[in-house]
C-alpha cells in the first residue's frame, strides 16, 4: 500500500513562483510514476507534470511546459513540481498521484492512477 499527501499551496502573485511537495510513504519501492494534477470547479481534472520514480523521465502538460518543472528526491521519497511565473489561469487545486505502471499511452489519464493525494489549493493573484 501507498499513500501520498502533498502540500505547499497557497498565495502567490502573477510572476511568481512557488514549490509543491508530494511526500510517499509506505510501499514506495513498487511505485512507477508520479504526477501533478490540477483542477477548477466545473471542469476536469488536468494532467500538469510526471515523472518516473527511478529514471527520472518527465512529461508536461501543454500548458505548463516551460513554466513548470517536477523533480524528484528518491531518497526523501518526495516529488516536487515547481512553479514559475504563475498565472492566474494557474488557480486550481493540485493534486498528486501515483501508479504502479509506467507513462506509456494513457499517463495524462487521472483514471490510471491508484493513489492519490487531498489536494493543495494554489491561488495566483493578480
Known amino acids: 500500500q501507498v499513500q501520498v499527501v502533498d502540500s505547499g499551496g497557497g498565495l502567490v502573485q502573477t510572476g511568481g513562483s512557488l514549490r509543491l511537495s508530494c511526500a510517499a510513504f509506505?510501499?514506495?519501492?513498487?511505485?512507477?510514476?508520479v504526477a501533478w494534477f490540477r483542477q477548477v470547479p466545473g471542469r476536469e481534472r488536468e494532467f500538469v507534470a510526471g515523472?518516473?520514480?527511478?529514471?527520472?523521465?518527465?512529461r508536461y502538460g501543454d500548458a505548463t511546459r516551460g513554466r513548470f518543472t517536477i523533480s524528484r528526491d528518491k531518497i526523501k521519497s518526495i516529488v516536487y513540481l515547481q512553479i514559475k511565473y504563475a498565472e492566474t489561469t494557474d488557480t486550481a487545486d493540485y493534486y498528486c498521484?501515483?501508479?504502479?505502471?509506467?507513462?506509456?499511452?494513457?499517463?495524462?489519464?487521472?483514471?490510471?492512477?491508484?493513489?492519490w493525494g487531498q489536494g493543495t489549493q494554489v491561488t495566483v493573484t493578480s
Open positions: 498521484a501515483a501508479r504502479l505502471g509506467s507513462f506509456g499511452n494513457t499517463y495524462a489519464s487521472p483514471s490510471v492512477y491508484a493513489y
Open positions: 509506505g510501499r514506495t519501492g513498487t511505485l512507477r510514476t
Open positions: 515523472i518516473t520514480w527511478s529514471g527520472g523521465d518527465v
